[in-house]
């Protein structure tokens, strides 16, 4: 036998076709540069997040300190953002406030996806009146604005038990995104269940929790990632607006909704109280959406 013309191992062109596969989307991913964008953005939040007890000047600012000997400085070298009205070193809070940001959005979503994700599954690939009727409640809670949900619950939550508002406000907007969630899944169900070879699987007896799990669910992940990501952004941007509102987070936490409306007295005259917390708003929201829209493009041919 010519020693030149050896069999192959076992799975080895699988292995090959998977390491061409994952070469091509990591070309995909190093050449989208609205993706690299957010991804970067994405990173400075999470270490700033993570590593804020190392990196903040002040880190006991962020835990309501006062010194009223400098408050309202400008920004300068020994206070990079400036101070706000309690003297509090603003880089710092806007770094611990990346921590509470980030969890809180985080929060929101998984909350949106326990609830979501498994109605959507059970909506598309049964149909029938079981569909009917978790598309109707979906319509029910759609039917309330985002905002006006978690204000009207935490009202009637904060008159009656002695509850943190940060919590309620993260449960509330949880149950105002799960029904987006239902949507989606549902929409990829019904597309997916009709493909061959889930009509395959159905044909030789799989369960049918396994035809969910392991053909459904994970050819439907790709447009899953996309809203994940979008979500983030819009909880964080929720949560701080509920803030602001004063039905979030309560002083003194480092909450960069809550420092946006604790300063707002002072934006005319100091503007760098209310313009670095909006800023990083800004940066979160922005990364995120970049993040999605990149992904997108990456599994999307017709859009790429």
Partial sequence: MNSKFKPLPAGSKILDMNRDKLDYYLYLISHNYLFMLGLFLTLLLLIAA????MIAPYPEDAFGAINMSIKLKPPGLEHLMGTDEFGRDIFS??????????VVGASIVVIAIIIGMPLGLIAGYYGGRIDELIMRICDGFLSFPIILFPIALGGMISATMNVNLLVVNVVAL???????????????VLVVREQLYVKAAQSMGVKNSKIITRHILANSSGAFIVQVSLDLGYAILASASLSFLGIGASPPAAEWGLMISDARPYFFDFWWTTTFPGLAIFIAVFA???LGDGFKEII???IR
């Fill in 50 to 53: 993570v590593f804020a007890p």
């Fill in 93 to 102: 809070r806007v770094l611990y406030g990346a921590r509470l940001s980030l």
């Fill in 174 to 188: 949880g149950l105002v995104y799960w029904p987006y969630y239902v949507r989606l899944i549902r929409a990829q």
């Fill in 288 to 290: 995120f959406n970049l």
């Fill in 300 to 302: 999307d041919p017709k």
